[in-house]
Structure formats: structure tokens, C-alpha cells
């Protein structure tokens, strides 16, 4: 089999290693990929959002199979563009992805079917929202309504920090098209819990639960960033949390979906939070999430490549999905200014005998070396029999990696530990 992935981060180094162990798997193209992967797959230079790009590729090559992995293209239409010339694929088509495309339309969906969230107000008019910033509770969250890498959601502490979001988005411009809409909801408090789920649109199989950082610096200091780092499961998602969800959010959210002619079919990301009330849900994404991603797919037992096909061809209830009851920590090694300004161009050193390990997000071959090239460069793994096991093993993996300007963080994992996570 020949397999096209749609992307070239951590998640798609992640997704492409898991697939490699498939014996029918002959060749893996990856469009764009990065210089990192190479080892495990072509690059070939088709950008994620060139939808006729990667559709003329595929059609030349004979791909027999696609996974379409960011949510750029998943929402400009790749998977419908690259089904209509017969290739099959894993992702959602556009009308669906839109779940994660239109922060609007995800939040009038759950009010729609009554799943629970935070409350909330939409704009489209700037004046109309400073206006209503005005009376409304603080803290509060604005989130521009489009995609913006993860990064447009603001959490206003204060009335002047909201207006200054607000007026960043709409009128600023700060993330383009995506912040003419945004959404102005309701602070939430309680522990976070990520849970990424494979549905072919009738059955949800919930993947291992996960906790992320966020923020840039130590003990969640800092700004926001697309994820420090990782570790799985999180100790705040218990079977009773896990059943609630399973009742009130995720087969509602898939019904739901149905009922708007819009079949979701693909890994459908839950964004949770635990509050007082329940868990509620944060925010929908379309696809897997960078970085849980590399934790969970190591802790996959089953074959990626027959769970995916499961899922385009509508059979997941009939087929096994097993994950290990090990535990796993990813730190995310980064260049140092991350997320706002960074030099790139250093030279890489992995090791061979761990790059197993090693989930490579930002790198590039200059002149027959490996050196980094992006903001986030790379993520370490370490599965092991519990939560402080993998915490300090991937720490060690960190040691024996080097770049210059090389950042991170060195707590991931302990508020899960704190939380009593399987130490």
C-alpha cells in the first residue's frame, strides 16, 4: 500500500510511525512532512492547504490510501476533493470539519442539542461586543471564531484585557479573517482533560485520555503555545468522568452532527473541562491534537492503519481498538522565544538508538545536516509501567538531545502526579 499524510509536525511524525508498523505499508508520502522525518517517510514540498496540489499528487502516484491530519486543510476540503477522484481517506470532509473551523457554529451546536458548555454570547460587530464587556462577569474567555494555530483564545482577567482582546481581534486583525466572528463565554475552573476519540459517524471509541501545558514557561507561566508537553492518561478523567461524557457529550456530539446532515467520520478531538457542575466541553477539534498525539499513539496497541480504515469504510464497532494501561510523557523541546520571535538554523544532534522515541515538529536538511527550523522542533516520548517512570525517562531522553537555543519545560507531568497520576 501506498499512504499519502496530509502535514509535517510532531502529530504527523507520530501518526506515520504507528502506520510504518502496518507489513502492507510499502511507501509513505509525506506533503510537506519535514527534514526530521525523512527517515520515515518521502517529503515531498506540496504545501497542507495546495487542496489541487495534493490531489494531483495522489491521483499520479496511485495513492491507495489518505490521512489527512491539521485542520487547515480538513476545513478547506481535502478529504472531499481527494474522495471525489476515489482515494479513501481518514478525516472529516469540510462540512463537518467546520466543527473546528467555526468556534460560532460548534457553540450554537451544543446549545442547539444541549450539550453542556460554557454560556456564551456571538458578535460580528465590535462596538456590539465592547458593549457587552461592559456588565459581563470577569474573567471571561474571547476566542476569535476561525482557525489561528491554536492560539486565539484569550483569557481576560480583567474588563480592560477583555476589550483590548476583543479589539485585537476585530479590529486588529491579529488573526485575520478568523477574528471578524469571535465568541465572548463564560470562565470555567477545574482540571482540563484532552480526549481524542476515532468515530466513523455511528460508533465513538474514546482513545486514552491526556493532559497538555499550555503555557510557555514553568509551573504554567507565560503565554500560550500550541503545547509544552504532555503525559497520558490524565488522572482527572475517571471511569465515572469517562461515562458521564460518554452520556451527555460525546454520542450527543455525533448525533448531533447527524441530525445536521453533517456525519462527522475521523479522530474527534474533545476538549474538556471537569467542573463543579460536570465535565464541559471547551472546544471541538476535527482532528488529532498536537502534542497528545504523541502520547497516545504510543500507547495504541491495536493497528492504526486497520482502526483508520474502520473508520472511512463505517465498520469501528466490529473492530478492536486496545491501549496499553502504561503510562506516557512527551516533553516538547522548543527553540528558545517561542511562541513570539526565535532563531532557526541550528544544527540537531539525536542519537540513533533513541530516535524511536523522538517526534520531530520543526527541523530541515541544510547541507546534508539535520538543523532546526521552527518553534517547536521536537517531542520526546517514554511509555512505561507508570506516570513517574515516563515523566523521568523522557527527561532523560531531553538529556541526550541537543540544539542550540533548545528550551523547555521542566515540569510536565507533576500536576498530574500531584493529582495522582499512576506514579
Given at each position: 500500500?501506498?499512504?499519502?499524510?496530509?502535514?509535517?509536525?510532531?502529530?504527523?511524525?507520530?501518526?506515520?510511525?504507528?502506520?510504518?508498523?502496518?507489513?502492507?505499508?510499502?511507501?509513505?508520502?509525506?506533503?510537506?512532512?519535514?527534514?526530521?522525518?525523512?527517515?520515515?517517510?518521502?517529503?515531498?514540498?506540496?504545501?497542507?492547504?495546495?487542496?489541487?496540489?495534493?490531489?494531483?499528487?495522489?491521483?499520479?502516484?496511485?495513492?491507495?490510501?489518505?490521512?489527512?491530519?491539521?485542520?487547515?486543510?480538513?476545513?478547506?476540503?481535502?478529504?472531499?476533493?481527494?474522495?471525489?477522484?476515489?482515494?479513501?481517506?481518514?478525516?472529516?470532509?469540510?462540512?463537518?470539519?467546520?466543527?473546528?473551523?467555526?468556534?460560532?457554529?460548534?457553540?450554537?451546536?451544543?446549545?442547539?442539542?444541549?450539550?453542556?458548555?460554557?454560556?456564551?454570547?456571538?458578535?460580528?460587530?465590535?462596538?456590539?461586543?465592547?458593549?457587552?464587556?461592559?456588565?459581563?462577569?470577569?474573567?471571561?474567555?474571547?476566542?476569535?471564531?476561525?482557525?489561528?494555530?491554536?492560539?486565539?483564545?484569550?483569557?481576560?482577567?480583567?474588563?480592560?484585557?477583555?476589550?483590548?482582546?476583543?479589539?485585537?481581534?476585530?479590529?486588529?486583525?491579529?488573526?485575520?479573517?478568523?477574528?471578524?466572528?469571535?465568541?465572548?463565554?463564560?470562565?470555567?475552573?477545574?482540571?482540563?482533560?484532552?480526549?481524542?476519540?476515532?468515530?466513523?459517524?455511528?460508533?465513538?471509541?474514546?482513545?486514552?485520555?491526556?493532559?497538555?501545558?499550555?503555557?510557555?514557561?514553568?509551573?504554567?507561566?507565560?503565554?500560550?503555545?500550541?503545547?509544552?508537553?504532555?503525559?497520558?492518561?490524565?488522572?482527572?478523567?475517571?471511569?465515572?468522568?469517562?461515562?458521564?461524557?460518554?452520556?451527555?457529550?460525546?454520542?450527543?456530539?455525533?448525533?448531533?452532527?447527524?441530525?445536521?446532515?453533517?456525519?462527522?467520520?475521523?479522530?474527534?478531538?474533545f476538549g474538556l473541562?471537569?467542573?463543579?457542575?460536570?465535565?464541559?466541553?471547551?472546544?471541538?477539534?476535527?482532528?488529532?491534537?498536537?502534542?497528545?498525539?504523541?502520547?497516545?499513539?504510543?500507547?495504541?496497541?491495536?493497528?492504526?492503519?486497520?482502526?483508520?480504515?474502520?473508520?472511512?469504510?463505517?465498520?469501528?464497532?466490529?473492530?478492536?481498538?486496545?491501549?496499553?494501561?502504561?503510562?506516557?510523557?512527551?516533553?516538547?523541546?522548543?527553540?528558545?522565544?517561542?511562541?513570539?520571535?526565535?532563531?532557526?538554523?541550528?544544527?540537531?544532534?539525536?542519537?540513533?538508538?533513541?530516535?524511536?522515541?523522538?517526534?520531530?515538529?520543526?527541523?530541515?536538511?541544510?547541507?546534508?545536516?539535520?538543523?532546526?527550523?521552527?518553534?517547536?522542533?521536537?517531542?520526546?516520548?517514554?511509555?512505561?509501567?507508570?506516570?513517574?517512570?515516563?515523566?523521568?525517562g523522557a527527561y532523560?531522553?531531553?538529556?541526550?538531545?541537543?540544539?542550540?537555543?533548545?528550551?523547555?519545560?521542566?515540569?510536565?507531568?507533576?500536576?498530574?502526579?500531584?493529582?495522582?497520576?499512576k506514579n
Open positions: 500500500m501506498k499512504i499519502l499524510l496530509v502535514g509535517g509536525g510532531g502529530r504527523e511524525h507520530a501518526i506515520i510511525k504507528k502506520l510504518k508498523l502496518n507489513k502492507s505499508v510499502e511507501k509513505i508520502y509525506a506533503l510537506p512532512g519535514n527534514g526530521g522525518m525523512a527517515d520515515d517517510a518521502q517529503c515531498v514540498a506540496i504545501d497542507a492547504k495546495d487542496i489541487d496540489g495534493i490531489v494531483s499528487f495522489a491521483v499520479e502516484n496511485k495513492i491507495d490510501y489518505a490521512v489527512v491530519a491539521p485542520d487547515d486543510p480538513l476545513v478547506l476540503g481535502c478529504v472531499d476533493a481527494l474522495e471525489a477522484k476515489g482515494i479513501p481517506c481518514f478525516g472529516p470532509r469540510a462540512n463537518a470539519a467546520i466543527i473546528e473551523g467555526s468556534k460560532v457554529f460548534s457553540k450554537n451546536l451544543m446549545k442547539k442539542y444541549g450539550i453542556p458548555t460554557a454560556k456564551y454570547e456571538t458578535f460580528n460587530d465590535m462596538e456590539k461586543a465592547l458593549e457587552y464587556l461592559e456588565t459581563a462577569p470577569v474573567p471571561t474567555v474571547i476566542k476569535a471564531d476561525g482557525l489561528a494555530l491554536g492560539k486565539g483564545v484569550i483569557i481576560a482577567q480583567t474588563r480592560d484585557e477583555a476589550k483590548e482582546a476583543v479589539v485585537s481581534m476585530m479590529k486588529d486583525k491579529k488573526f485575520g479573517k478568523s477574528g471578524e466572528n469571535i465568541v465572548i463565554e463564560e470562565f470555567l475552573e477545574g482540571p482540563e482533560v484532552s480526549v481524542l476519540s476515532f468515530t466513523d459517524g455511528k460508533t465513538v471509541v474514546p482513545m486514552i485520555s491526556s493532559m497538555d501545558h499550555k503555557r510557555a514557561k514553568d509551573n504554567d507561566q507565560g503565554l500560550n503555545t500550541g503545547g509544552m508537553g504532555t503525559i497520558a492518561p490524565n488522572p482527572y478523567y475517571t471511569e465515572e468522568v469517562a461515562k458521564e461524557c460518554m452520556e451527555k457529550i460525546f454520542l450527543p456530539t455525533i448525533n448531533a452532527m447527524n441530525s445536521d446532515g453533517r456525519t462527522f467520520k475521523g479522530c474527534l478531538y473541562m471537569i467542573t463543579k457542575d460536570g465535565p464541559k466541553v471547551i472546544e471541538y477539534n476535527c482532528r488529532f491534537g498536537d502534542p497528545e498525539t504523541q502520547v497516545v499513539l504510543p500507547l495504541l496497541e491495536s493497528d492504526l492503519l486497520t482502526v483508520m480504515q474502520a473508520v472511512t469504510n463505517g465498520t469501528l464497532s466490529e473492530t478492536e481498538v486496545k491501549f496499553s494501561d502504561k503510562s506516557a510523557c512527551c516533553v516538547i523541546m522548543a527553540s528558545d522565544g517561542y511562541p513570539v520571535s526565535y532563531k532557526k538554523g541550528y544544527e540537531l544532534s539525536i542519537p540513533e538508538e533513541i530516535k524511536d522515541k523522538v517526534y520531530i515538529a520543526g527541523a530541515a536538511i541544510k547541507d546534508g545536516k539535520l538543523v532546526t527550523d521552527g518553534g517547536r522542533v521536537l517531542g520526546a516520548t517514554c511509555v512505561a509501567e507508570s506516570l513517574k517512570e515516563a515523566i523521568n532523560k531522553l531531553v538529556d541526550k538531545i541537543s540544539f542550540e537555543n533548545a528550551y523547555y519545560r521542566h515540569d510536565i507531568g507533576q500536576a498530574a502526579l500531584r493529582a495522582g497520576g
